[in-house]
């Protein structure tokens, strides 16, 4: 996982999956896999999925990396508290799934509450599911 910031003001984390590191071959696998730790946690809910990269390439003037092969995202919300109005404009929240040629990038904005960000990293974690497969450490650094 790498936690970094855009803009200044998001916390990004970011796992990248070597194709050697998993049994999900497709992003759409990886999807299914992340619905089902959703669907097993019980202050989570599944909302939907949004395929980013269809939606960019049927635009006028869309672009997509020439190694970007597929992009979606699964939106989800945990219900834990709602604390005030402006809680609202954290949720839902949203992983994000890349193919690249050699790999998968997972990525989702930092919540903040601590417990769903464990949920997350912990889901985001658990497609990296061959053995042997390396490190699964935690890395930050920032992004402008």
């Not at 019980?42 to 990269?53: E, N």
């Not at 509450?113 to 997350?120: G, H, S």
Request: hydrophobic share 40%; net charge negative; glycine share 4%.
């Amino acid at each position: 996982m790498q936690q970094s910031l855009t803009r200044e003001a998001f916390s990004l984390f970011s796992l990248e999956i070597g194709k050697s590191e998993t049994t999900l071959s497709s992003v759409d696998q990886i999807l299914d896999h992340l619905k089902g730790c959703i669907e097993a946690d019980p202050a989570a809910v599944f909302i939907a999925t949004f395929d980013h990269y269809a939606h960019t390439r049927a635009l006028p003037n869309g672009q997509i990396h020439r190694d970007i092969r597929a992009a979606s995202n699964i939106i989800f919300c945990f219900g834990l508290t709602l604390p005030t109005p402006q809680a609202m404009a954290l949720r839902p929240r949203s992983i994000g799934v890349v193919e690249l040629p050699e790999s998968f990038h997972i990525t989702f904005m930092e919540a903040p509450m601590p417990v769903a960000n464990t949920a997350m990293e912990s889901w985001a974690r658990s497609v990296r599911n061959r053995e042997n497969h390396g490190s699964t450490q935690i890395n930050t650094d920032s992004e402008s």
